[in-house]
Structure formats: structure tokens, C-alpha cells
């Protein structure tokens, strides 16, 4: 089930989308060791903080070699500065530049970014024509259906940004206004498929293994991206895989999954000295135990954070996140991850 976007090969038609806030560098490694991601996107990073050389906006534009093949999502909406931004992630290595036309939230949006791009359609396809010509990487697009029900463009756009030389396109079916409410337009991502040769991937609405499955078969997509499915299920794409093989679904454990907490957790230290030196600058002279304890303050909130999804299915789930919600300190999280996912009688992940 190869897939190409331009001189990229994927393993897996399967990826992982970007979530601001989530799908950081240790998330993206942990499920790509689960097996079966063909592409990891990362966190989108600022047109403007890369070409200014803002360190902050640097650390997102960050990733591993164990993650490849990756594309460094990027938003903005000067022209030139989204060509040199293209030009500073090619030599970071990237393989797949991905720019931003997706993003709802009103603070990118107002900046004429983001989703906000798609009101202009002319405009958003010189951005990525300048990008084209100034790198040697594929160039793609995430776009939404449009900007709101009385805006669906997403074909015309799409077929825009192919003429420019954009290698592929990511459609969200739903439109900047329903953010994530309602449901995704796949026919709608369909029809975007039909109406360009460039690959098309779809997202939306894809939680369980054979969602991905589906989609690919019935749409027209060369390849699905998953995000809040994937925040719950790391394991949805090697799962997904196993439906194409014709193979039984394998049942994760209890255990595996507790072990995937304590392995993100462990990979969040390992990447807190950044966070520690962060800290450090709005606090120069704190102590070295309050500098310490910025830190794990940091990895409680990241852990947090991915409770919200990772704990949704499990019997006492809620107690699960009420839990690692009211933890104060890294002991305390180890405790309760231990506790809910290793107890010799425990709780059994629903059916």
C-alpha cells in the first residue's frame, strides 16, 4: 500500500496529523514504534518566528530520524516569508514542507492565515507557488472544506495549488466555522480526490481501525490522516494495517498501554531541558529545585493533556483522568499509571 507524494515513498497510506499542543516529537516517535504510520506531520510551526530564527518557533519545527518521513507543517500569509520559511525547513531536512490553510483558531486566522487563506484562493496559490520554486522538497497543502457552508472551496483550491506544483493535498471535510463540530465531509473529500491527480489525503471523523480502511477504499483518497483517533489509539494505524493483510485485529493490553504512558512520560524528560531553560529565562533567578520543578510542571501538563483522549474506552476511565488530573508531582503520576494499568486485578479496556 505504497503511496508517493512527489519523490517521497510511504510505507503506510496511514499518517499522523498535526494537534497543536499533542503531536510533539516524543508522541510522534512512541506511535511510530507502534508500526504502521507512513508520515508524521508536525506541530505547525510560524512562517514568521522561522524566518526571524525565534528559537521557541525552532523547538516545533524539531523532529528526530526515527520519525521520518516527516513533514514540517508551516503557516503564515506573506508570500515571502513562507518561501524562505520553506527554504530554512529544507535545510533542517525535512522531507515534505506542509502548509497551514486549515488552522480555524482566530488568532491565526486573523493574521490572514491559516484557514483564512482559503477566503483568498489566488493569493494562497502564489504562496505556494513561491515555495514550490524556491525548494527542492514536495510541497503540499491541508486545507478545510472551506470557510464556512456558504464557502466550500476546497476543490477549486486544491486544483489551484496543483497547478502551482503542490505534490498533494490534506482535505479536512469540515469548514473553518464547524471546527470540530458535526461531522466530516467525506464526500466532500471525495470529490477533491476526483478533481485533481495530485494524491489526495482525507481526515476526519477516522477513531477506529477500520475507518482508515474504509476510507481509502471508498473515497477516492490515496491515504488517510489521523489525529484525535490517534491520541486515543496509537496503535489505530499498526490495527489498520492488520485489517488490510486480512489479519485478525490485535487486541492491545492493558499493560502495553500503560507502558506507552511511562515511555512518553520518560521521553518528555528526556526533551525538558529546553523546557528548563524556558523557564529559566522568565525566571532568571530561580533556584535550581524551582527551575526542576518547572519542568516536571511542564511533563504533568503534557501528561495531562493527553489524558483527555488516551483514557477515553477504558472502564473508570474518568476516575483514570480525575486522577492524573489531580497529580501533583512525577511520583504521583508513575503511581497512578502503575496502579490503573498494572494492578494484578485491574480495570478492562471496553470493548
Not at 2 to 12: K, N, P, S
Not at 29 to 48: F, I, N, P
Amino acid at each position: 500500500m505504497q503511496t508517493r507524494i512527489g519523490e517521497v515513498t510511504l510505507a503506510h497510506p496511514f499518517g499522523l496529523a498535526p494537534m497543536a499542543g499533542m503531536t510533539d516529537s516524543a508522541f510522534r516517535r512512541l506511535v511510530k514504534r507502534q508500526a504502521g504510520c507512513g508520515l508524521v506531520v508536525t506541530e505547525m510551526v510560524s512562517s514568521e518566528g522561522l524566518v526571524r530564527g525565534i528559537d521557541r518557533t525552532l523547538e516545533f519545527a524539531e523532529y528526530t530520524e526515527e520519525e521520518r518521513p516527516v513533514s514540517i507543517q508551516v503557516f503564515g500569509g506573506d508570500l515571502a516569508k513562507m518561501a524562505a520559511s520553506a527554504q530554512i525547513l529544507e535545510s533542517l531536512g525535512a522531507d515534505i514542507v506542509d502548509v497551514n490553510m486549515g488552522c480555524p483558531v482566530p488568532k491565526i486566522a486573523k493574521h490572514h492565515a491559516g484557514c483564512s487563506l482559503m477566503r483568498d484562493p489566488r493569493h494562497a496559490a502564489a504562496i505556494v507557488g513561491a515555495m514550490v520554486r524556491a525548494v527542492k522538497i514536495p510541497v503540499t497543502v491541508k486545507m478545510r472544506s472551506g470557510w464556512n457552508e456558504n464557502e466550500i472551496n476546497a476543490p477549486e483550491l486544491a486544483r489551484r495549488v496543483e497547478d502551482v506544483g503542490a505534490s498533494g493535498v490534506t482535505v479536512h471535510g469540515r469548514t473553518a466555522k464547524q471546527s470540530y463540530a458535526g461531522r466530516s465531509d467525506w464526500d466532500l473529500i471525495s470529490t477533491v480526490a476526483r478533481s485533481v491527480e495530485i494524491p489526495v489525503f482525507g481526515s476526519g471523523d477516522c477513531v477506529e481501525p477500520a475507518h482508515l480502511l474504509n476510507r481509502v477504499d471508498n473515497s477516492g483518497a490515496k491515504g488517510v490522516l489521523v489525529g484525535r483517533g490517534a491520541l486515543r489509539n496509537p496503535w489505530i494505524f499498526s490495527q489498520a494495517l492488520d485489517l488490510v493483510a486480512g489479519n485478525t485485529l490485535r487486541e492491545v493490553r492493558l499493560e502495553e498501554r500503560g507502558r506507552f504512558l511511562l515511555d512518553y512520560l520518560d521521553l518528555l524528560l528526556g526533551e525538558g531541558v529546553d523546557e528548563v531553560e524556558g523557564f529559566r529565562h522568565t525566571l532568571p533567578s530561580a533556584s535550581t529545585t524551582a527551575v526542576a520543578r518547572g519542568r516536571d510542571r511542564w511533563v504533568i501538563n503534557k501528561l495531562r493533556a493527553l489524558s483527555s483522549w488516551y483514557t477515553k474506552g477504558f472502564e473508570n476511565g474518568s476516575r483514570l483522568r480525575q486522577d492524573i488530573n489531580a497529580a501533583e508531582s512525577l511520583a504521583d503520576l508513575r503511581r497512578i499509571i502503575q496502579s490503573f494499568f498494572f494492578a494484578s486485578i485491574g480495570p478492562r479496556a471496553a470493548a
